[in-house]
């Protein structure tokens, strides 16, 4: 995927996982694209590293995985802002 495609799926990543988390955080659009990038990342690693299978393009297990990912970052962000 490409850079273009990595910055929308963290959009569409980050948001779905706000939505299934919903909650005050800091940073609005730029940081739900950010944490759904890196959980992109995190829930392709964690997914290969398991066997699950891995991120590679826009469909389901590739979406699942990456917004996994990301709602563990999320979890991690609120527990650090909520201690700072």
Known sequence: MGIVSW???????GVAAKLIMPGKDPGGLVVTILIGIAGAGLGGYLGSTLGLGSVGGFDLPSLGLATGGALILLIVYRLFKRQG
């Not at 910055?7 to 990543?13: A, E, S």
């Open 7 to 13: 910055i929308i799926m963290g959009l569409v990543v």
